[in-house]
Every structure is written in structure tokens, then in C-alpha cells.
């Protein structure tokens, strides 16, 4: 386990593996990265399957800050959580997906009406208290399955207090299976008969008519809601879960994404002892001691002299350009410099100058960047939705159809960001947005962005040269240089920044270039 990742404490998490004649449980909490995959005699994944359409690298499921999220590696058949398909074509922008108590897995067609006989069914458990996957061994000649108060198995995610199905096996026959769920070969099987009716019970999504044989991870729906059948024993949900293609996936994440336990614990911690690069036959330092930190919610300037560094530090801060960094940059407690994988996804950049397509319509360019970026169970109408969203927030929504050339320099930065917006990152850093354009322009920019940063507890840095509007901001970052060294020479409230400089953020500027290490050791000394 010495090459795993370690972003904190895993948490506790399970995951049971239904596969042809196995049923097997990994406790994830003992690490908080697993390889997921077929093993092989040269391959020996964390969690190894023996099903021959499973990659040998299929994915990895990652434990961060308290969440579980899966990861599918490019696998060829790739991955369905609640019946969605991941996307599987692995690459930087890969999102990975988040995990909830209940959800279920699969490597498989997705076709629930042609099962592939060597699928997988992956049922992931987090709950803290109830287990959110419960199982029922067969052992008895028929059961009754219903909801709770009907006797027999009662289901809790079930409506009615009413019988659903009966399951019964043939007394005559055995039913044969060993202690450790290996079925054994020719082992007979349960018969599911639908006592409810209106098609509310279902196996593999088909009527179950007058009687059905079940076969070995064969799914049976009641209400919607997944039963998986397997080793003789049924897994079902303590509580209703997300279900296959349900605009609830998006509306879950967003939920737990909202929570505010989790709002106030996200924080960017850097402390850059020094950034140094190859120059020539010798070397540069770019950045020297600069130690800060900043909160979700918040609109932060980063501010300073042309050449200051202030460029070198944002892309330090988003992880785009670390070489040659000592120190540590820490986002929601991932180090980024050396996990940069893990949070990329949830930090957006918009880089000086254009970047958009000016041919588009503003709206076609967002839905672009919805379609090729959003995660894959991401639905027509949920990227619709992120689309307007978005267009509301940024106040494009009178310019949508216009095409980009012809917007103002204002629309047009406002696109850019836009297009980081639609992706709902946690984190944007903004890299002179304001560039070319007019005061008014300049102030609705920051007051959208600062409606944004406290509205969705986002983290917006803005790289400005203009202090006019620094009011809006909840923090100023300002850099100077020392010796050719980009320092850090104040960090905080834009308040606290006149009472350091003892005069107002214009006059500052002038008051640092006159006597930049005076001010920098001032700093450094009260932090
Ligand atoms: N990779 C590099 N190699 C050598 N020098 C570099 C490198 N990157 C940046 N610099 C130098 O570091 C200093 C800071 O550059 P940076 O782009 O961060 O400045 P800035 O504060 O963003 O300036 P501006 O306001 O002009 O955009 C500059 O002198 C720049 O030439
Ligand atoms: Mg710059």
C-alpha cells in the first residue's frame, strides 16, 4: 500500500462484488485509492476481478476530503453507475464521479434486457449507520417480498404495505451453494412470481408474466428500485437510492455538494517557500515565501506590479505550472503539487486574452463545453439547464444567439468564464478578465463574479491591475518584487489593507513600489 495516494482519512465505505459464481466484499476504509481491474498473472489490481470483459486497468475509486468518486481508466466496456454509462475515454479532463451509499455499479453492456453472462455488479455502501446495501440469504423454500408491514422480506424503499412478489424453489430440487458464496455448478435456481402486478415488478427491465427462473445476477425492479440476485442471496437498498437515468443523480451531487459542513471546510492553503526555473545555463527564482490562505465564498484580487509574479502565482495556485515549486498548495486538503489529478476537475482557469471561438453563438459555445466536458451521466436536459444557468448568471441571456465576433469585449469575457462556469468548478482563477474593457463594464463583471463566489460558495481569484472596484473583493492578494523575487507583501481584507498601508489601496501601490522589502517583512512579521 506504500504507493497509494493518502488525502486524508478514507472513509468508511464498502464494496460488494457480484461476479459469475463469486460474491466478494472489499472494506474500502483501509485505503483511500484502489485499483479497480482483471487480474492477470502480471496484473494484480487492489480489487481484482476474474470477469474476462473487465479491463485490467478498468478504473480506480479514490477517497476525497470524506467523499468516494470512481474513476473509469479507458476501459473497453466500460462502466454504468445506475445504469449510466461513464464516459470511459480517460483523459486530462476525465471527471470522475461521485459515489453515494446505494449507488450500483456495473461492467457490462448496460442493457439490462441482454445481460451478459460475465457482467459485474459493483454495489457501493457508505452508510455511517444502516449499511445502505442489505442482504437477504436465501434459505427458505419460498419467501414473500413486499413492503414494509406485508410480512415475508419487507423492502423499505417499497410504497405499499402490500405483497410485491414470491420467490420459491422447487423443494424437490437443492439448492446448492458454499459458505462462501460459490455457487455450485448446476445449483438450481429461484422462480420470481409478480403478485403485485402493472408491471411494478420486473427482471433484467422485462414483465415478469406468469413466473420467471432467475439466474444468477439477474436484477429484479420493484418500483424502479434495483434488487440484485446473486449466490442465492438478494441485495437490496435500506432506502430508496439514485436510479438508472434520473434527473435525482445530478440533483443528489448538487445537494451534497450544497452542504454546508462541507462549504466551510473548503479552503486553498498555499505556502510556496520558493518557485525557482531553469534559465539559461543557471536558474531563476520567480516566487519566494509566499504563504496565505483563502476560503470558499470569497472574491479574491490578486494584485501587484507588471512582472510581479501575479500570473506565476495563479498558476501555481490552479496547479497549471508548479514546476520548480518547494512548499505545498493545498486544496480541500489535497496538496495539489502532488495530487494535482484529484482536484483538477474542480478548478477552472480563464488565461489572459481569448480563447473562445468567435464563430459560435455565445449559447452554442456553452452547450459545447457542457457536452464535451460534463460528466458523462449528465443528462440532455441537465446540460440544457447548466446552459441557461449559466447565461442567467453571466447576463448574457440578450446575447445568447448573437455570435461571439459581434459580442462586446465585455460579452466576451464574460463567455470565457462562462465556459468554466457551465463545468460548475469550485475554484476559477480569472486571469486579467477585465482587460479592454470600460469601467461599467469592468464593475458589472465584479459584481457578477462576487454574486457568483457568495451565491455558489465558489472561490473566484481575478488577476486586476485596476483597484477601483476593490470594495467588491473580500480579500486582496498583492505581490511586489524584491530583488527581481516575486513576494508576497499583504494578504487579507481590502479593509485590512488600508489600515497595513495606513492609506487606501491606490496610494498603497505607490507606497510598496518605494519601499517594497519594508513591507514584506512587515507582513511576514505579523503572520
Ligand atoms: N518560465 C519562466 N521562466 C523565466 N522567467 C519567467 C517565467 N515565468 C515568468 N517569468 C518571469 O517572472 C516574472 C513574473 O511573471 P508573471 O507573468 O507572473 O508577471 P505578472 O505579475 O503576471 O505580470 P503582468 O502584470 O505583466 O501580467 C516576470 O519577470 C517574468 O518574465
Ligand atoms: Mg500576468
Not at 94 to 102: E, K, N, T, Y
Not at 217 to 231: E, K, N
Not at 302 to 331: P, Q, Y
Amino acid at each position: 500500500m506504500d504507493t497509494k495516494l493518502y488525502i486524508g482519512s478514507p472513509v468508511k465505505a464498502r464494496l460488494t462484488i457480484l461476479e459469475q459464481g463469486r460474491v466478494s466484499e472489499v472494506s474500502l476504509e483501509e485505503a483511500n485509492h484502489w485499483t479497480l481491474g482483471r487480474k492477470t498473472e502480471t496484473n494484480s489490481p487492489d480489487i481484482p476481478l476474474a470477469s474476462p470483459i473487465a479491463g485490467r486497468e478498468h478504473g480506480v475509486l479514490v477517497c476525497m476530503s470524506g467523499n468516494w468518486y470512481y474513476l473509469d481508466k479507458g476501459s473497453a466496456n466500460g462502466t454504468y453507475l445506475n445504469g449510466v454509462r461513464i464516459d470511459n475515454h480517460y483523459k486530462e479532463t476525465s471527471q470522475p464521479q461521485r459515489l453515494c451509499g446505494g449507488d450500483l455499479m456495473e461492467i457490462d453492456g448496460g442493457d439490462l434486457l441482454q445481460p451478459d453472462e460475465r457482467r459485474v455488479w459493483l454495489l457501493f455502501s457508505q452508510g455511517t449507520g444502516q449499511e445502505d446495501w442489505l442482504s437477504h440469504r436465501l434459505e427458505e423454500p419460498e419467501l414473500q417480498v413486499g413492503g414494509a408491514g406485508a410480512g415475508g422480506l419487507e423492502l423499505p424503499f417499497l410504497q405499499e404495505e402490500i405483497p410485491y412478489a414470491r420467490l420459491f424453489c422447487d423443494e424437490d430440487r437443492t439448492c446448492v451453494a458454499s459458505a462462501d458464496g460459490e455457487l455450485a455448478a448446476g445449483a438450481l435456481e429461484y422462480e420470481l412470481q409478480d403478485i403485485v402486478g402493472n408491471g411494478r415488478v420486473q427482471v433484467n427491465c422485462r414483465d415478469v408474466g406468469n413466473g420467471v427462473l432467475l439466474k444468477d445476477r439477474d436484477v429484479i425492479l420493484m418500483d424502479g428500485q434495483p434488487l440484485v440476485y446473486a449466490g442465492r442471496t438478494l441485495y437490496y437498498r435500506s432506502q430508496p437510492g439514485r436510479v438508472p437515468g434520473s434527473q435525482q443523480v445530478g440533483d443528489e451531487i448538487k445537494r451534497q455538494a450544497g452542504e454546508k459542513g462541507q462549504r466551510e471546510s473548503l479552503l486553498l492553503q498555499v505556502d510556496i517557500h520558493t518557485r525557482k526555473v531553469p534559465v539559461g545555463s543557471g536558474v531563476r527564482e520567480l516566487l519566494r515565501g509566499v504563504k496565505l490562505q483563502v476560503s470558499a465564498g470569497s472574491l479574491v484580487a490578486v494584485l501587484g506590479t507588471s512582472g510581479a509574479g501575479k500570473t506565476t502565482l495563479m498558476n501555481c495556485m490552479n496547479g497549471m505550472d508548479t514546476k520548480g515549486v518547494e512548499g505545498s498548495i493545498c486544496f480541500d486538503g489535497i496538496d495539489l503539487l502532488k495530487n494535482y489529478e484529484q482536484v483538477k476537475y474542480r478548478i477552472g482557469s480563464v488565461p489572459q486574452g481569448n480563447v473562445i471561438n468567435p464563430v459560435l453563438t455565445v449559447r452554442k459555445e456553452l452547450e459545447f463545453a457542457a457536452k464535451k466536458y460534463l460528466p458523462a451521466d449528465t443528462t440532455k436536459q441537465e446540460q440544457e439547464q447548466r446552459v441557461a444557468d449559466t447565461l442567467r448568471k453571466l447576463r448574457l441571456e440578450a446575447v445568447q444567439d448573437n455570435r461571439i465576433s459581434k459580442c462586446s469585449g465585455g460579452e466576451q469575457k464574460r463567455v470565457n468564464i462562462g465556459v468554466e462556469l457551465v463545468l460548475d468548478r469550485q475554484m476559477l482563477c480569472l486571469d486579467e478578465p477585465d482587460a479592454g474593457l470600460d469601467p461599467q463594464m469592468k464593475t458589472e463583471l465584479f459584481e457578477i463574479l462576487r454574486e457568483l463566489a457568495h451565491n455558489e460558495n465558489k472561490m473566484i481569484f481575478v488577476i486586476i491591475h485596476d483597484v477601483s472596484d476593490i470594495s467588491l473583493f473580500d480579500q486582496v492578494i498583492l505581490l511586489t518584487k524584491v530583488e527581481g523575487v516575486g513576494r508576497l507583501a499583504f494578504s487579507g481584507s481590502p479593509e485590512h489593507a488600508e489600515a497595513f498601508f495606513g492609506t487606501g489601496m491606490k496610494e498603497a501601490y505607490g507606497l510598496l513600489s518605494s519601499r517594497p522589502e519594508y513591507y514584506v517583512e512587515k507582513f511576514a512579521g505579523m503572520s
